[in-house]
DNA sequence: CTCGATTGTCTAGCGGTGCTAGGGTTGCTG
DNA sequence: CAGCAACCCTAGCACCGCTAGACAATCGAG
């Protein structure tokens, strides 16, 4: 049966290599460049070995934005962790929210921009990408203030970062007032106590 | 010379009609049934005839965006002009964003998500585009609070509408909410009372 | 060990895309 | 009215995602 888990464990492998290669590709030219021919002669097959693995270029766009959704809780839950006090840790989250889509402008289209064929915001949703927003939700739950659905103030802070993280990357936004954007966001949505208080009313 | 005139106009009509049909598609079919040949056919012209007046589906998308842009600066200030007070300008111009988004998604997309060749943020950028944000600073430019710039705060404010926008649209957000979402930013970012304050500190 | 069956991979090709070269026809101009 | 210029269309290029079918290599049964 030793035949048998080497195949498996060497289709295993060039799957791993495909994602990789894609991956690769997407970052260095554009998601553009990654067309089935190119991809396929990187790996040094030919184009049906690709359809052999995924259904077709969707899955595999599909595929790496649920290894970056991975990734990005990663990312944020590690910055959160490092932090002390509420209003540190979601400045930290945003840092690394803004951080890796900057460093990974590839991946996050697969997320975001282009069509990967993943269901979101129902029971089907892949649990990569529910787990992104938990990562999301167990920092910035505790800062949403009393009145308010933590989920529903998650969503937007989640909002606020995606636009900045979009408008930035596409030139609409300079990135050299990233910091004092980001600082100004923290500053409204949570307030300077850290509480998601909001002071007295005046009118 | 009314003969060349009267080219001249027809040909000014021709570009209007390529435009409004390629919008027309876009908006019923999506932008991938938005092509040359299907476009060329809907306005009884063969291809070529196209690229006589674009250079190529690009700069159709950029004109269209071009619209986009003067007509959403358009109902953003129609939709401040009937509000009183700051905080309600403000909320005005959020709805009347958002709305603008989720009634033309094509012309939205061809705005912020797809690559219409269009320069941003510095000195070549067209005139509807800086106009575009101009309509949004004028209303929230006054709420920004004292000591906060207020092209800042305007960046801050659109990049939360757009992530809104483009995160519901692609349903990653569910629509139902868009009211609660709206309300919080409002909120956060401008205060209850309208003008920008932010209650004493606390620590 | 042989031989059929199964598995794996490749070549070739389909219908589509954006875009363009070159030939005609049309209609204006002197 | 003749000649010319402007205009538009047919045909085709190189590329895209994807797939059918031929071929080779490997496996398992007798």
Redesign the pocket.
């Known amino acids: 049966m030793s035949?048998?888990e080497r195949?498996v464990r060497?289709?295993a492998d060039?799957e791993r290599l495909i994602l990789v290669t894609a991956r690769e590709l997407a970052e260095q030219q554009g998601w553009d460049?990654?067309?089935?021919?190119?991809?396929?002669e990187r790996i040094?097959?030919?184009?049906?070995?690709?359809?052999?693995h995924?259904?077709?270029?969707?899955?595999?766009i599909g595929a790496i934005a649920l290894e970056g959704a991975a990734e990005l809780a990663a990312a944020v839950r590690a910055a959160v962790g490092a932090a002390k006090g509420p209003r540190a840790r979601v400045t930290a989250l945003a840092y690394a929210y803004l951080d890796f889509a900057a460093q990974n402008p590839a991946v996050y289209d697969a997320m975001f921009q282009l069509d990967g064929g993943l269901a979101f915001a129902q029971d089907e949703t892949p649990e990569p990408l529910k787990d992104g927003f938990a990562a999301l939700l167990e920092t910035l739950g505790e800062v949403a203030g009393d009145d308010v659905d933590p989920g529903l103030f998650t969503e937007l802070f989640w909002a606020a970062l995606h636009g900045l993280a979009t408008l930035t990357r596409s030139g609409r936004l300079l990135p050299q007032d990233t910091e004092r954007r980001t600082q100004l966001l923290v500053d409204r949505l949570v307030g300077r106590d850290g509480l998601g208080s909001r002071g007295p009313r005046r009118s």
């Open positions: 035949v048998q195949k060497e289709r060039r460049a990654v067309t089935t021919r190119q991809l396929a040094e097959y030919s184009q049906p070995v690709l359809y052999s995924f259904r077709g270029k969707r899955e595999i």
